[in-house]
């Protein structure tokens, strides 16, 4: 069974605050990502990380960042909230070694009015 | 580069009828191949995988092999219930490629009672 958290489940927030989504997994896996998910369903990596102190950008170009200062955790902070950024953004983490597979968070839900 | 295309949904169908996702998928080494499933307002689930060529995963009475000469690894159930309804991705994973993750577009479908 795969622990991985995110927090807060479902957000509505104002254009123009800065707010941060938290990710973190009891698994000591090495490798995190964060995905935006768009009505469509499609999925969109917008940042991973190899390990502690390591973040990259993804495919899709994102105005978001992100930190990796402990194994566990991977928060993406969003500066300045605009309604584009409305989405559900799905943060996953998978095992250092064999076939890595992705474990997946159950999502934030983002609505930015 | 590595790729994955699925069918498109949305699919429809009555409780007990047989369902078919097709899968197909581009790679330049040796993937491993997955299927995911997202029930409303969740992440993503891992459903079965595959590893190496004419593997079959199953779970949950869902199968799928992998099909090498044809680059295919489609879904199938013999008798689909109301809870199966839900969206179904395909995706690979390639060694090759740092085991970077691509998933196809995501197919969903719901079974009426």
């Known amino acids: 069974e795969a622990d991985i958290y995110q927090t807060p489940r479902y957000l509505v927030i104002g254009t123009g605050k800065k707010i941060t989504l938290e990710c973190s997994q009891t698994?000591?896996?090495?490798?995190m990502y964060w995905y935006q998910q768009d009505p469509g369903m499609e999925l969109h990596l917008i940042h991973y990380?190899?390990?502690?102190?390591?973040?990259e950008k993804g495919d899709l170009s994102s105005e978001s960042t992100v930190s990796r200062i402990r194994t566990e955790h991977f928060p993406l902070t969003l500066e300045s909230a605009r309604p584009s950024h409305t989405s559900q953004y799905l943060c996953?983490?998978?095992?250092?070694?064999?076939?890595?597979?992705?474990?997946f968070g159950p999502g934030t839900r983002l609505t930015v009015t | 580069g590595n790729s994955v295309t699925q069918m498109e949904g949305p699919v429809t169908l009555s409780e007990e009828a047989f369902l078919t996702i097709n899968c197909t998928y581009t790679a330049t080494g040796y993937p491993s191949l997955f299927w995911y499933v997202q029930y409303p307002g969740e992440g993503l689930q891992l459903l079965l995988k595959a590893t190496k060529a004419d593997d079959k995963g199953s779970n949950k009475g869902f199968e799928a092999t992998y099909r090498k000469e044809t680059t295919s690894f489609h879904l199938e159930k013999g008798s689909v219930q109301v809870s199966d309804s839900a969206v179904y991705f395909c995706a690979l994973s390639d060694r090759g490629n740092n085991n970077d993750m691509r998933f196809g577009a995501g197919t969903r479908l719901t079974v009426k009672p």
């Open positions: 996953a983490s998978s095992a250092p070694r064999g076939v890595r597979e992705q474990y």
């Open positions: 698994m000591g896996h090495d490798k």
């Open positions: 990380s190899y390990g502690v102190n390591s973040t």
